[in-house]
């Protein structure tokens, strides 16, 4: 089966009326706004399905998943990188929200199927190798992270290992 181009049905319009955008650039711009604001106000929270930020990005990870394809690689590009974002908070919350390892491990493989060569991030595989407990690799790891502000809260992320407090009570 091959790929559905948006000139057929474009599954993303249901995403881009819910943040007001007519892009997929535009859909990225303001999913970034929206996690950002759900951060800052404490409520982001990959639990609640009735959270904008988290239709948005089942309907962005549906398209995906049923081979949606906007025939350009960048605008495809945004779509991962809008799932990696997502992915990316949820493991920080699986870990010290919710304390949950198995949900960490599964968010953890899904932020790196959607992190693009292109992201310079270097968190997400650091808290993958941790949420496995491979610390060895997890350490060689936090060497290439050099990077500010990456490299500080990487070094903290491991101290956080390291002193027992991922998916601690």
Known sequence: ????????????KEAYALLQVSSSSELAREFIKEDQRLLKAQIWDY????????????IVESAIDNEFTTR???????????????????IGYAIWGYKDK?????????????????????ITRLLYLLVRDEEKDAALW?????????????????????????FKP
């Open 1 to 12: 089966m091959g790929k559905k181009n948006n000139s057929e049905h474009n599954p993303l």
């Open 47 to 58: 639990k609640k399905s009735g959270l904008v930020l988290n239709i948005v990005k089942e």
């Open 72 to 90: 350009d690689k960048d605008s495809e590009d945004v779509l991962k990188t809008i799932l990696w974002f997502w992915y990316h908070h949820a």
């Open 102 to 122: 198995a949900e960490a491990l599964e968010f953890s493989s899904k932020a790196l199927k959607y992190q693009t060569s292109d992201n310079p991030n270097k």
């Open 142 to 166: 936090l060497e290439t992270i050099v990077n500010e502000p990456d490299k500080t809260a990487s070094h903290g992320i491991m101290k956080e290992y390291l002193d027992g407090n991922f």
